[in-house]
Every structure is written in structure tokens, then in C-alpha cells.
């Protein structure tokens, strides 16, 4: 009966290391990713971004790639009472898909990493974040600029 058993469990503990090993893969080459283009994108830093806003920083945290903007006006708190709040959130959700064009973040958009931007006050409080898996940018699936004949 030991014998049954141990035939049984050790081709499941097999498949399942594979299984993990497999996944760990793509997170690596995720990781991998992730510092490239952080480490690229940090040499640039600080720029501006619109009207007051500047990009601070850019990070990994976790597999996401996070840009930190920053305004040097109001404060988040008091922003997000603003009837209109949604509005500006909303309006950068669908700019995020910009940043899919910046060849920088080409190296992101077959993997499995996050494109997220963080905008706070002066005081680091978060005004609001917007994201997306970066293997949904437009570019992803069609490269940038290429051109199908007629």
C-alpha cells in the first residue's frame, strides 16, 4: 500500500514543482524587466509632467512599475471633496495609455507587470492612483507605428 501511494504522490508533487517553476519563470523575467526599465526611466528623473505636476520618482513595488507625481498645490484630502474629483481620475486613467508608448516601457508590455501612476500633494498624501497591466497597452498586441499595406 506504501509503495501505491508513494507512485501516486510523487508524479503530483512533480507536476506541481513544475507547475511553480514554470510560473516563477515569467515572474522573473517580470522582475528582471521591472529594474531595467525603473533603473532607465530614474536616470531622467525629476521631469515635468503637466502644468505643475512633476514626475518625482519611479519604483518597483511589487510587479508593478510606479511613477510618483507630484503637485505642489493643495492637498489631497481636501482635493478629493472636489465634485469634479472623478473626472480628473478618470482623465488620467485613459491618458495612462500613453505611457504604453514610451519606448522605455516597451520592455513591460509582454510580461506580467503593472503600469501605475501615484499623484500626491506636497506632503506625500495620495491625491489617487490609476493602473493597468501593461500587456493591455495598445502596443502590446500591435507594435507601435507599424504599418499594414493595403
Known amino acids: 500500500m506504501a509503495n ?44 515635468p509632467y503637466i502644468e505643475d505636476l512633476v514626475v518625482e520618482s519611479v519604483k518597483v513595488e511589487g510587479n508593478a512599475l510606479v511613477e510618483v507625481i507630484r503637485s505642489p498645490l493643495g492637498t489631497a484630502a481636501k482635493t478629493r471633496q472636489n465634485p469634479r474629483f472623478n473626472e480628473l481620475q478618470q482623465a488620467e486613467q485613459i491618458d495612462l495609455l500613453k505611457w504604453c508608448l514610451e519606448p522605455d516601457v516597451r520592455p513591460l508590455l509582454h510580461t506580467t507587470a503593472v503600469l501605475k501612476r501615484r499623484f500626491v500633494d506636497r506632503h506625500g498624501g495620495v491625491f489617487f492612483e490609476v493602473s493597468m497591466p501593461a500587456r493591455d497597452c495598445p502596443s502590446a498586441t500591435h507594435d507601435a507605428g507599424a504599418h499594414t499595406p493595403p
Not at 522582475?31 to 530614474?42: E, K
Open 4 to 47: 501505491v501511494s508513494a507512485r501516486i504522490i510523487h508524479p503530483l508533487v512533480f507536476g506541481s514543482l513544475l507547475a511553480v517553476a514554470a510560473c516563477s519563470g515569467g515572474n522573473s523575467d517580470t522582475r528582471q524587466a521591472l529594474a531595467q526599465v525603473q533603473a532607465t526611466m530614474a536616470a531622467a528623473l525629476p521631469k
